[in-house]
């Protein structure tokens, strides 16, 4: 049986596949959720970040009252893919 090695609170390691554990109440202050995707970047210093990409027309639904209800969100997305 393997012993497991007590990490500080508030750090992780890179695993052999290069996958990286967040910690959860970093994940709850950051309001990140299973699914959500980041776009991973490297700072003028050489700090890590991540940065979660929002779906600029989810950011603004419901926003203004009435507009959702109004506006045919699936075709302004697609203009903009075009």
Do not use: H, Y
């Not at 049986?1 to 202050?29: C, F, H, W, Y």
């Not at 299973?34 to 940065?51: E, I, M, N, S, Y």
């Amino acid at each position: 049986m393997a012993t497991q090695v007590k990490r500080e609170r508030g750090t992780t390691r890179v695993s052999s596949k290069n996958q990286v554990t967040l910690p959860v109440d970093i994940l709850r202050r950051a309001r990140l959720s299973p699914g959500d995707q980041l776009r991973v970047g490297l700072d003028a210093t050489g700090r890590l970040t991540l940065t979660p990409l929002v779906d600029p027309i989810l950011a603004i639904t419901g926003a203004v009252p009435g507009l959702a209800g109004a506006t045919d969100i699936e075709a302004m997305r697609n203009a903009w893919v075009a």
